[in-house]
């Protein structure tokens, strides 16, 4: 299963950024789609996710600044960033995780977002 993630790129501090991850369809609409970040030097942190394409959660740390989204025709999930600060700076990663019969946890290849001070 290919997981396919976009989007990133180097923005300035206070600048925003869309990341977009495209799934197959049976695995985006039975299952989570989740953004996970990785910065230089640290373990890998869960971000945002969206189950069955409409219950979004987001951590406590990008609250009010990050949203997660899902077009199910497209069985895209974003990750609009905005007020980017300088520690967002990290690789991000799209996952695919079911816990149920049948389970899956597939990850995207990542996509780098650097945020200057």
């Known amino acids: 299963v290919q997981l396919q993630a976009s989007g990133g790129g180097l923005v300035q501090a206070g600048g925003s950024l869309r990341l977009s991850c495209v799934a197959p369809a049976n695995i985006y609409s039975f299952g989570t789609m989740a953004w996970y970040r990785q910065a230089p030097g640290k373990k890998r942190e869960w971000v945002a996710r969206?189950?069955?394409?409409?219950?979004?959660n987001v951590d406590d740390s990008v609250k009010g600044r990050f949203t997660i989204s899902g077009d199910n025709a497209k069985s895209t999930v974003y990750l609009e960033m905005n007020s980017l600060k300088p520690e967002d700076t990290a690789v991000y990663y799209c996952n695919a995780n079911r816990v149920v019969s049948p389970t899956w946890n597939y990850w995207g290849q990542g996509t780098l977002v650097t945020v200057s001070s």
């Open positions: 969206i189950t069955f394409g409409s219950d979004t």
